[in-house]
């Protein structure tokens, strides 16, 4: 990535503020004495976060060692296993809490106390290395999520065993260079999955990865659909055979703080995916520290990230830090418009649910669908919500406030990556100011700044390249096999410094707001604008539910600015109404930002995690040639926006594309 060019433009103003409430403020786990704490001595901050928080076999005395910067460790001393600070020391106090409650989308459920989870994991654990799986070898694992999921993680982790989670969406072609590039031996799937409606065949699609995979002895399958599936004998072997009546308390592998606990694979913009290397003692740190203070979970809370475990927000915020620290949650299987658009809300009432945390995708998909679905359940039960994955859009975050909050609830939005394994700015819910799309500011132990293209801080109020100053503790070690490209990747545009990929601005007070990665940053007649902004903008107009924004290129501007919009279902779009648009743009930002063109579509081509590929409107928008569309949720809207666009193109007159 790099941060060639002048500093990014910042135009957007928002007014409203929100106090945290004043019993929250009073009770709250995260006090401002944190802040203070880890100004004076970040290191020992972190230090003192690591012994408190977390089980030791062995305590570390050091917390960073820099002499091999940028390849910092933490923590190097310490010896732990992260399966038993998930589950083996809440058992004499917390073993018949409920460390679960999963629904399957056809409807199945289950309780799973942490005493249950103990025996779950301990049992895979030992069938795994009856499998003849060691510490130090990969484990591939390709679900849906079902518990085994969750149980499959942290029985590798039991092993000292180092897991790469595949999302279950992914294809074969994707799981196969995974599964290659860190070199597994085993592999946890299941018969199949459900997702809308629909099964997903797992076992199929892992069948067509391994046949170019020959250094994958073992497959272990959990049965879910009760579809008929290819068996390999002596290779494949049933989940709940494998488990039978194996130790029900197998002993924890101790590994030192900087053995690899995972890999997860995310783009890059080579097309070859970066395994991205996270260790143990210093990750389950972050994941714990931050999990309680963001989210203020206690023992009366019941907890939902409702995003995959197959993606970062998973391995953290539905595993190992919740579990790290002794809480409640709830695992659901499906879509959220399955059978009908209100099942989030349904779950939220069934169990109770007080904290939410979500992507603004889903949040906007839910202001397209109306107001009719929450308003059917009681969501008294919420407390706090949360925002992750990209920027939240003001609009966006004042219908979750009011529509799903009830007006009450303070809505974390957080700023991290996969790369950072935690989160590292975000408001805390007894202590911040929140402000409609704003991230608020780092973390306490957290050397966040936003520089010009000389690696120089920026001025409040002006837009330039989000960076850490300082390292951190879940931060990745290395991409996976390749050393030379973490350093040219995230290190050598501002040495010393690590480049985040995307745009902030921090206003007046010095809160952050995060304007997109920083290759969406268009350029319009020498103008750098984020793409987050000008979407802000027309999310803010009462006809639409969500924005995509492009830079095409322009003979005259140089970037002329596309916009995609999808409209809330109530509402009719037409040439009157894009223009409205385009002004309502010019006047909430300024006429430099006003959209050349503007597309109205029904959705947008989204990633099955739920991220809009930009990439793929660029290449609508510019007429070129469209790249690769496998990893989308739902390839078919990408024909159906080319078609709109071209046909717009044809008449002459882009603003009129409906």
């Excluded at 944190?34 to 100004?39: G, I, K, V």
């Excluded at 050598?492 to 969406?520: E, K």
């Excluded at 469209?626 to 078609?643: K, M």
Aim: aromatic share 8%.
């Amino acid at each position: 990535m790099s941060s060639d060019g002048p500093t990014i433009e910042s135009l957007a103003v928002e007014d409203r503020r929100f106090p945290p409430p004043p019993e929250l403020a009073a009770t709250a786990i995260a006090r401002p004495e944190l802040y203070e704490e880890a100004a004076a001595d970040a290191e020992a901050f972190w230090l003192r976060r690591a012994t408190e928080l977390l089980d030791w076999v062995t305590p570390p005395a050091a917390a960073c060692d820099r002499s091999r910067a940028p390849f910092f460790t933490w923590f190097a001393d310490g010896t732990l296993n992260a399966s038993a600070n998930c589950l083996d020391r809440h058992l004499a106090e917390r073993g018949d809490r409920v460390a679960y409650h999963w629904e399957g989308e056809p409807g199945d459920r289950q309780t799973i106390t942490y005493r249950d989870l103990h025996e779950r994991v301990c049992r895979l654990a030992a069938g795994l290395r009856e499998l003849g799986v060691r510490r130090g070898d990969r484990v591939a694992i390709y679900l849906g999520m079902v518990p085994e999921i969750v149980v499959a993680m942290l029985a590798c982790a039991r092993l000292g065993a180092p897991h790469t989670v595949v999302f279950g969406g992914f294809s074969p072609e994707s799981l196969r260079d995974r599964i290659l590039d860190c070199g597994c031996t085993a592999l946890i799937t299941a018969d199949g999955g459900w997702r809308a409606g629909k099964e997903v065949p797992l076992k199929r699609n892992a069948d067509a990865a391994l046949a170019e995979c020959p250094d994958v002895r073992s497959v272990v399958v959990v049965r879910r659909t009760g579809s008929e599936i290819g068996w390999v004998d002596g290779r494949d072997v049933w989940y709940h055979e494998l488990v039978e009546g194996r130790d029900a308390d197998l002993a924890p592998e101790p590994v030192g703080a900087e053995h690899p606990l995972y890999i997860l694979y995310t783009s890059g913009s080579t097309g070859k995916p970066k395994g991205i290397l996270h260790t143990t003692g210093g990750y389950l740190t972050g994941v714990a520290a931050t999990h309680r203070w963001v989210f203020d979970a206690g023992d009366d809370d019941v907890y939902w990230c409702a995003a995959d475990a197959g993606w970062v927000t998973g391995h953290s915020y539905i595993v190992y830090g919740p579990l790290a620290n002794g809480v409640t949650s709830v695992l659901y299987e499906g879509a959220p418009g399955t059978p009908d658009r209100d099942r989030w809300w349904e779950i939220c009432a069934r169990y109770g649910v007080t904290i939410l945390y979500c992507a603004p995708t889903a949040i906007r998909t839910f202001m397209k669908w109306g107001t009719e679905y929450p308003a059917r359940h009681d969501l008294s039960s919420l407390r706090l919500l949360g925002s992750v994955g990209e920027p939240i859009n003001p609009e966006a975050w004042m219908w979750y406030r009011t529509h799903i909050g009830g007006g009450r609830c303070p809505v974390m939005d957080t700023w991290w990556q996969t790369e950072t394994g935690h989160i590292l700015i975000s408001p805390l819910p007894g202590i911040s100011t929140l402000k409609p799309g704003s991230a608020s500011r780092p973390l306490p132990g957290i050397a966040a700044d936003v520089v010009d293209a000389a690696g120089e801080s920026v001025p409040l109020g002006q837009g330039g390249f989000l960076v850490i100053r300082e390292p951190w503790p879940g931060m990745l070690r290395t991409l996976y096999g390749d050393d030379e490209r973490y350093v040219e990747t995230y290190w050598s545009q501002h040495p010393g410094m690590y480049l985040a990929g995307d745009g902030a601005r921090r206003d007046a007070d010095g809160d952050f707001w995060l304007l997109g990665r920083i290759d969406d940053v268009m350029n319009v007649s020498g103008h750098r604008l984020s793409t987050i902004e000008v979407e802000s903008a027309l999310v803010d107009h009462p006809a639409v539910a969500e924005a995509a924004v492009v830079g095409r290129a322009d003979e005259t501007t140089g970037q002329a600015i596309a916009a995609f919009v999808t409209l809330k279902g109530d509402v009719t779009g037409d040439e009157a109404l894009i223009q409205e648009l385009r002004g309502h743009v010019a006047t909430k930002i300024g006429a430099i930002a006003r959209p050349k063109s503007i597309v109205l579509t029904d959705d947008l081509p989204k990633t099955r995690s739920g991220k809009i590929m930009r990439r793929l409107l660029r290449d609508i928008s510019e007429n070129r040639q469209l790249g690769d569309v496998t990893t989308l949720a739902n390839e078919d809207v990408v024909s159906e926006i080319a078609g709109l666009a071209s046909a717009a193109r044809a008449s002459g007159d882009e603003d009129k594309a409906v």
